[in-house]
């Protein structure tokens, strides 16, 4: 259980570097553009940084829904006193 609790909030982080990262490649797009500078590369490097994001949203919904159907059959530990 913890284990894939682990995972998941592996796949969040790994999932909001790769935003965080895209994000920013589309900062300079955008500075580039205002200058009429020429960014192909760049466009290009955003739309792999969506592809990117997709599949890891994917995989973070699946460790998820595993996490959600794996949290149910802990019970609660009641103390003895």
């Not at 894939?4 to 994000?23: F, G, H, Y």
């Not at 580039?32 to 739309?47: G, N, R, S, T, Y």
């Amino acid at each position: 259980m913890l284990a894939k609790d682990a995972e998941w909030r592996k796949l969040i982080n790994d999932s909001e570097a790769t935003r965080k990262a895209r994000n920013a490649v589309q900062a300079e797009v955008s500075k580039k553009m205002k200058a009429k500078q020429e960014c192909k590369d760049l466009v290009v490097q955003i739309q792999d940084y969506d592809k990117k994001v997709l599949e890891m949203d994917k995989a973070v919904k699946v460790a998820k829904d595993e996490l959600d159907r794996l949290l149910p059959k802990i019970g609660n530990i009641v103390d003895d006193t």
